[in-house]
Structures are given as C-alpha cells and as structure tokens.
C-alpha cells in the first residue's frame, strides 16, 4: 500500500504560478509511475501529465502542455507539478495518482492507476 498526500493547491490569478506537491509513503516511490488528474466543478475526471518510475519520461494533456512540468524526486518520496501561465479553465480539484505495473509505459487512464490522494483545489482568477 502506498499513501498519496497533495498540497501546494490555492487561490492564484491568471497567468501566476503554482507548485504541487505530492508526497508518498508507506513504499518507496520509485516503483511507481505518476500521474496527475484533476476534475472541475461538473466536469469528469481528466488525465493531466504524467513520469515514468525510472526514466523519468513524461507526457502531457495537450490543454496543458508548454506550460505546465512534472518532475519527481525519488529521494524525497515526491512527485511534483509546477504549473505556470495559468488559466481559470485550470480551476479545478489535482489529484495525484500511482501504478506499480514496472512498465515505462506513460499511462494516461485512470483505471490504470492503483492509489490515488485526497487532491487538493487550484482556483484561478481572471
């Protein structure tokens, strides 16, 4: 079992800079793929990036690719997503998500991913 903990989530105006956080424990993250979702008000569930265990490759929604970068620190249990330029069409609930298939596959489908955290909100301004 691994334990999922967001933060890092506010209230910003268009065009500022947010940085989440997402800490695991419980296991080691490096096993684990990670995703980032999140779901606005109404709305269903969306895939929003997502890194690779081990090489670190990544992929991006294309709503929000060019401004937003996942990165993850293995040593520190955490993956983060540092999301610049923002929108209010970015407003919305960011839940962080892991896998444990031990495959470089860039997953991007919620039922692919076993654990997921509580999410936390970014509201966006204009």
Request: with cysteine; charged share 20%.
């Amino acid at each position: 079992q691994v334990q999922l903990v967001e933060s890092g989530g506010r209230s910003v105006q268009a065009g500022g800079s947010l940085r989440l956080s997402c800490v695991a424990s419980g296991r080691t993250l490096n096993n684990y793929g990670m995703g980032w979702f999140r779901q606005a008000p109404g709305k269903a569930r969306e895939f929003v990036a997502v890194i690779t265990r081990s090489r670190g490759s990544s992929f991006y929604a294309d709503s929000v690719k060019g401004r937003f970068t996942i990165s993850r620190d293995n040593a520190k249990n955490t993956v983060y997503l540092q999301m610049n330029s923002l929108k209010p069409e970015d407003t919305a609930v960011y839940y962080c998500a892991a896998e444990i298939s031990f495959s470089e596959q860039l997953r991007r489908r919620e039922n692919e991913y076993q654990y997921w955290g509580q999410g936390t909100q970014v509201t966006v301004s204009s």
